[in-house]
Nanobody, 126 residues
Framework: QVQLVESGGGLVQAGGSLRLSCAASGGIFSNYHMGWFRQAPGKEREFVDAISWSGGNTIYGDSMKGRFIISRDNAKNTAYLQMNSLKPEDTAKYYC???????????????????WGQGTQVTVSS
């Protein structure tokens, strides 16, 4: 399975921006749809967004629309999450995940993804 490593998290003030990166290795990156999920303490894991293997299709969770942008660079085996207009409620650990396109299309369900990174913490101060 593809190995994933997130980076780019940190502390940011409300209204600020961060860009998270997800570096993939050990697999053919273009075989995978990529997704981002987040989880705050005491809350369920939440879908953030996802991008198809080619980058041609994207889907977003409701609270992320208009603020977050998912992208990928297949030449660099990397997916990105650009986070703008951050709010304190965005504070969570953010995880990158991969879904083999042979298994189907884009999904908002964590169970559809077979590879996960270790996560990177994003903290938004008010």
């Amino acid at each position: 399975q593809v190995q994933l490593v997130e980076s780019g998290g940190g502390l940011v003030q409300a209204g600020g921006s961060l860009r998270l990166s997800c570096a993939a290795s050990g697999g053919i990156f273009s075989n995978y749809h990529m997704g981002w999920f987040r989880q705050a303490p005491g809350k369920e894991r939440e879908f953030v967004d996802a991008i198809s293997w080619s980058g041609g299709n994207t889907i977003y969770g409701d609270s992320m629309k208009g603020r977050f942008i998912i992208s990928r660079d297949n030449a660099k085996n990397t997916a990105y999450l650009q986070m703008n207009s951050l709010k304190p409620e965005d504070t969570a650990k953010y995880y990158c995940a991969a879904r083999n396109r042979r298994d189907g299309g884009l999904s908002m369900s964590g169970s559809a993804y077979t590879s996960w990174g270790q996560g990177t913490q994003v903290t938004v101060s008010s």
